[in-house]
């Protein structure tokens, strides 16, 4: 056998729970080691040791993660009531990917992997749709009330001198009713519309925005201005260069133009219509399990991983020795998302070339038909045959290596 790939820098690998914890070692033994001298700095985010270190080992990992630039996250269990119970936790721990997100900062971006045969509901979407969604503020740091009939609800603004700025809402005259507050902030927006056309120029991909700032003209509105201001202070010459546009639209004329398009490009979402679109897109590219996500933060630390969770049922199954059949596609891109751009930061071809064989020979397995329970679901081929969880690894392998 050849030499293996060298390293120059590391990357930060955050292993996590059940099936996908065991996909992992699978995915490293049989995928990546093999053939990369890999350089991880390892943390491990399964939960038995979130509760050991009181969580600290997240918080490192987060640290790691902006200090090396690159990081890798396996699926980790956000504990609940039950959760508590069945790893005798010292307390309810919070969501691992929250902490880290608040850590890093920036935005999330959701792809779907298009793999051969597989249905889509939307045929002519044969490029991947990138969803980015902005995830602060507005509903879902809402206050809300219910009005009783005859009350009056105002915005009432206090400025630093104590003057006072009222705006009525609505005279609730007849009968009751619901009001909230919502807000959200310039930082806040410009982070996300930083993190937008960064990303947007890495991937070589067109940029779509959407409000409704004909309706709300001042809320909306400042979304629009602020992208639109730092587009032309910082990215205008960049997109330019790249040869890829930015595109501001009315939300519902987006949603037209998405389904009409053949997909290949960016669409950032307010953070409730990229809570929606994001599951719908989800659904419409066939396959829920084939979808990877990426954190950018805003000093562009990137980390990868897939979107779906742990898959607790297929662990149960394993752990009383049934075969099962888990797809591993969507943690093998975290992998090779996460190691492509190590190569392309530290200008190693070989790693890149690694993560491009590799995604290509995933996708021949399922182009000849070796398929996970879930894949086989949803694919046309006549050909198709389900593979167990190790069979579909070691296939992907024999194509690898072929
Ligand atoms: P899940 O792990 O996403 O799985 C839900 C169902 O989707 C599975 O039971 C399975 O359906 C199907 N599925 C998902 N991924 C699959 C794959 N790779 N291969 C085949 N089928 C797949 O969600 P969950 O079971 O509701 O959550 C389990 C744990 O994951 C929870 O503790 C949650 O906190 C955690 N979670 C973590 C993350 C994260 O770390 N990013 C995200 C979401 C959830 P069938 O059973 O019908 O085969
Ligand atoms: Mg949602």
Redesign the pocket.
């Known amino acids: 056998m050849s030499e293996k790939i060298k390293m120059k820098n590391a990357i930060v690998e955050m292993d ?5 914890r065991i ?1 992992w070692d699978m995915i490293k033994r049989e995928l990546i080691t093999p053939y990369i001298d890999l350089n991880t700095e390892y943390y491990d985010l399964g939960l038995k040791h979130r509760d050991e270190t009181d969580d600290a080992v997240t918080y490192a990992a987060a640290e790691a993660t902006a200090r090396l630039g690159v990081g890798v ?8 009531a039950d ?1 508590v119970a069945e790893y005798n936790l010292k307390k309810k721990w919070p ?3 929250a902490t880290i997100r608040a850590a890093l900062g920036g935005t999330v971006f959701r792809a779907p992997i298009i793999a051969p045969s597989i249905r889509r509901y939307i045929p002519t979407w044969t490029k991947p749709i990138v969803i980015a969604r902005h995830a602060y503020g507005d509903i879902y740091l809402n206050r809300e009330m219910y009005v009783d009939e005859n009350s009056k609800c105002e915005l009432v603004k206090t400025d630093a001198a104590g003057n006072e700025t009222r705006m009525t809402i609505h005279d609730f005259k007849d009968g009751g009713g619901v009001v909230q507050g919502i807000h959200n902030t310039d930082a806040s927006i410009s982070g996300f519309a930083v993190a937008c056309f960064e990303y947007a120029l890495s991937q070589g991909l067109d940029l779509w925005f959407a409000t409704k700032d004909t309706i709300s003209k001042t809320y909306d509105h400042r979304f629009k201005d602020i992208f639109a201001e730092i587009y032309k202070e910082k990215y205008e010459e960049k997109f330019r260069e790249r040869e890829i546009s930015y595109y501001y639209m009315l939300i519902d004329d987006a949603a037209a133009r998405v389904i009409r398009s053949e997909g290949g490009f960016i669409w950032a979402c307010k953070n409730y219509d990229g809570d929606v679109m994001s599951d719908l897109l989800g659904a419409c590219y066939g396959c ?2 084939m979808m990877t ?1 990426v954190l950018v933060s805003p000093r562009s630390a990137y980390e990868y ?10 662990y149960y199954k394993y752990l009383k020795g049934e075969t099962t ?7 093998l891109y975290a992998w090779t998302g996460a190691l492509r751009r190590r190569g392309i930061l530290d200008g190693t071809p070989d790693l890149v070339g690694w993560a491009d064989r590799m995604e290509a020979a995933a996708m021949k397995t399922i182009a000849d038909g070796v398929m ?4 086989y679901a949803a694919s046309d081929a006549e050909n198709k045959r389900i593979a167990t969880t190790e069979e579909f690894i070691r296939e992907i392998k024999l194509r690898y290596e072929y």
């Open positions: 996590g729970d059940e099936m996908t996909m996250k396996c699926a980790t269990i956000t504990p609940n959760r969501s691992p990917n829920f399990s996500s991983e897939a979107a779906h969770g742990t898959v607790q049922r297929h059949s888990t797809n591993s596609v969507a943690t996970t329970g879930d894949l």
